[in-house]
Nanobody, 118 residues
Framework: QVQLVESGGGLVQPGGSLRLSCAAS????????IEWYRHAPGNQREWVAV???????SYTDSVKGRFTISRDNAKNTVYLQMNSLKSEDTAVYYC????????????WGQGTQVTVSS
């Protein structure tokens, strides 16, 4: 089993920045793909970004150019740097380790709240 713990959320003004962290209880990020999702009240859960084990990244269109996902394998931590934040970025942000094969476990963190408001 792997525990994922997100941190770094909070209240920030529009245009501000936050860096979210997702720490794993054991070394998993060097071999697994990591994703960030977000869930805003009244909306469906939304995929935000991904980083693969070889470092390839991808983002949903609404955050391209503003968010950056990165990984520090030595610290078993994945980051989501969020710049130029907008009110519509307000949500609970979750990190997720998807299955590679059907018999493998997937993992979710508990989430961290990001609120963008003046």
């Amino acid at each position: 089993q792997v525990q994922l713990v997100e941190s770094g959320g909070g209240l920030v003004q529009p245009g501000g920045s936050l860096r979210l962290s997702c720490a794993a209880s054991r070394n998993i990020f060097s071999t697994r793909t990591i994703e960030w999702y977000r869930h805003a009240p009244g909306n469906q859960r939304e995929w935000v970004a991904v980083i693969t084990s070889d470092g390839t990244t991808s983002y949903t269109d609404s955050v391209k150019g503003r968010f950056t996902i990165s990984r520090d394998n030595a610290k078993n931590t994945v980051y989501l740097q969020m710049n130029s934040l907008k009110s519509e970025d307000t949500a609970v942000y979750y990190c997720h380790v998807p299955k590679r094969v059907v018999w493998e476990n997937e993992y979710w963190g508990q989430g961290t709240q990001v609120t963008v408001s003046s």
